[in-house]
């Protein structure tokens, strides 16, 4: 196909019009040792007890030199066929699809409101961390030397899971494995052979341990929410100072006086870090405008509400809601139907009256998802609910009760721009293809080849670490280990039929209120030849590697 072709045994004979022009002595010998076998009968072929390859009649060439010129080969492979243009193909605005969602369909659209409607700087994250850090020494004696820990900015990652008892932060797979090298202990990485022990010599977490299906068990916690970021960090730089001036200290207790508190710091002053408020605004008035019926559903207080939405959208803003639903205590008001619902007046205070309506222009507080669907009669895939925390805004809408959900990612923007670089197109792509010389040439056992083998591993976790450093060089990208989805990843497909960067895109992509949404089918293990992993299978099956750059 296209001057490419196949060997019946399975080696990769690549582009051999290539090998045949380049004058390259090692490459010639590489292409004359994988055609003399082909089409050879396997009874004139075998493994000798070392592994190599042979047949009684052909000329040999060392294994090592083989080895080196397969690695060759592949590494210019990789080095020509990478499609122009292969970088920049992501659109931080983006909005992308775990399943096929027709808008024309839905009639209804919910928010959450904290990094949903609101998205805020990163100066939040500090100044939400040195309340806290400042609560923890003057509230609870905590020793003055923890003061002098600054915030670290880019520290900790959303979705990683917290050891309560070990008081250890780190991230886990989506098959509940430890991805070794992100494990830490206060500031410093744990090392790998000592985390093994830690977890009786493996670095699999069981089900029952990992957490509950709402992030938190009695053992570890997941930290889901964009909010727990400071909250890590001031974990870590506590555990770092009792761990450094060895004072012998109670890790649960610590993270209960972290996280019972630090939630308080949020209410002050958020309108001082809010991010392209004008942009909510022309979603709002955009479905508004469109006849699409709008509900609020947050944990926040009104005032806290009321003064964000003034700032973002105006002091009308209540205008573009059908119903607002403040302090809901999600995840219990969608799956607890005991609280009822109360109305607050124009001061914020509660009212005592029965409530048999969701009308516009009042402000409603707690209430359960049983008396919200009875009331309002919205149910099912017409309902669109967007929130940025899988568990409390997403998961049992998905499950229970068959609404649309849209996952706020704000990491998103972040990620795609180093997914957009020439960097990283080069190093996972080389990754992916030293991955499948190792499968395929594993069978050469001798010590020579061994020794190339592992000059192979070896550069194989040096480029895991490179990847993974230009994300976060503490713990990698928030979606990926070094090749598994995370734990964090495999909730975001389970729990969200769409996820974006930002509430904003529904706007700026100008996406039509009757776009259908489709998921890009991507490959089961089974299914990788017929994709842009045939450089890793080792079997260049198809060359219209430009045309398929968009499902990479």
Same mark, same amino acid.
């Given at each position: *196909? ?32 994988? %055609? ?42 990789? %080095? ?26 839905? #009639? ?16 939040? #994250? ?8 400042? $609560? ?25 899971? !917290? ?9 886990? #797979? ?65 555990? &770092?100072?009792?761990?450094?001036? +060895? ?15 630090? @939630?308080?710091?949020? *209410?002050? &002053? ?49 205008? $573009?809601? #059908? ?10 008001? $969608? ?23 969701? +009308?516009?222009?009042?402000? @409603? ?20 609910? $967007?929130?940025?925390?899988? !568990? ?5 809408? *998905? ?133 842009? &992993? ?15 750059? %968009?499902?990479?």
């Amino acid at each position: *196909m296209n001057g490419q072709n196949c060997c019946k045994d399975g080696h990769n004979c690549g582009p051999t019009r290539n090998l045949a022009t380049n004058h390259n002595p090692v490459a010639a010998a590489v292409t004359s040792h994988r %055609h003399q076998i082909v089409g050879k009968n396997r009874g004139e072929e075998f493994l000798n007890k070392s592994g190599r390859a042979f047949s009684s009649t052909a000329p040999q060439i060392n294994n090592k030199t083989y080895l080196w010129a397969r690695y060759n080969e592949m590494k210019r492979l990789v %080095h020509d066929l990478i499609p122009p243009g292969v970088c920049n193909l992501l659109n931080p605005s983006t909005i992308y699809a775990n399943n096929e969602v027709n808008l024309e369909e839905v #009639d209804i659209y919910g928010f959450d409101y904290d990094y949903t409607l609101a998205l805020y700087s990163s100066a939040l #994250d500090e100044m939400i961390y040195n309340k806290a850090r400042e $609560f923890l020494v003057q509230h609870y004696k905590y020793p003055e030397g923890i003061s002098k820990y600054d915030y670290i900015p880019n520290f900790a990652t959303r979705g990683l899971h !917290y050891d309560i008892q070990k008081g250890l932060l780190m991230k886990i #797979d989506a098959f509940h494995y430890i991805q070794l090298g992100t494990v830490y202990r206060g500031l410093k990485p744990v090392p790998d052979d000592e985390v093994m022990k830690l977890y009786g010599g493996s670095n699999h977490v069981p089900l029952n341990q990992v957490s509950g299906f709402y992030g938190k068990g009695p053992k570890m916690k997941q930290f889901m929410d964009v909010f727990s970021i400071p909250e890590m960090t001031l974990l870590a730089a506590a555990n &770092d100072y009792f761990i450094s001036n +060895d004072i012998e200290y109670d890790p649960v207790h610590l993270y209960k006086d972290v996280s019972g508190y630090m @939630y308080k710091w949020i *209410m002050q &002053d958020l309108e001082k870090y809010i991010l392209r408020g004008d942009e909510t605004y022309a979603v709002l008035h955009r479905l508004a405008s469109h006849g699409k019926k709008l509900f609020l559903i947050t944990n926040s207080p009104f005032s806290f509400v009321d003064k964000g939405m003034k700032y973002m959208v105006g002091k009308e803003w209540r205008d $573009f809601f #059908d119903v607002v639903i403040v302090q809901a205590d999600k995840p219990h008001f $969608f799956n607890d139907c005991l609280k009822p619902f109360r109305r607050l007046d124009s001061n914020g205070d509660l009212q005592w009256d029965r409530i048999k309506s969701l +009308d516009k222009g009042q402000i @409603y507080k707690q209430g359960n998802l049983v008396d919200f669907l009875k009331l309002t009669g919205w149910r099912g895939s017409k309902v669109f609910y $967007f929130g940025d925390h899988l !568990y409390s805004d997403l998961a049992d809408l *998905m499950l229970r009760h068959g609404w649309r959900t849209g996952a706020i990612v704000p990491e998103l923007e972040v990620e795609t721009k180093v997914v957009n670089t020439e960097q990283y197109a080069q190093s996972l792509t080389w990754l992916q293809a030293l991955t499948g010389l190792l499968e395929r040439m594993q069978m050469y056992r001798e010590p020579e080849s061994k020794k190339v083998l592992q000059e192979w591993l070896k550069e194989r976790e040096e480029l895991r670490a490179v990847t993974k450093n230009l994300f976060n060089p503490h713990f990698g990208s928030i979606f990926r280990t070094c090749h598994n989805p995370t734990y964090f990843s495999r909730r975001l497909c389970r729990f969200s039929d769409l996820y974006m960067a930002s509430i904003s895109c529904l706007c700026l992509l100008n996406y039509d209120l009757s776009y259908t949404f489709y998921p890009r089918r991507t490959p089961l293990q089974h299914e990788a030849p017929l994709w842009m &992993d045939q450089l890793c299978t080792g079997c260049m099956k198809t060359p219209f590697l430009e045309e398929m750059a %968009h499902i990479r």
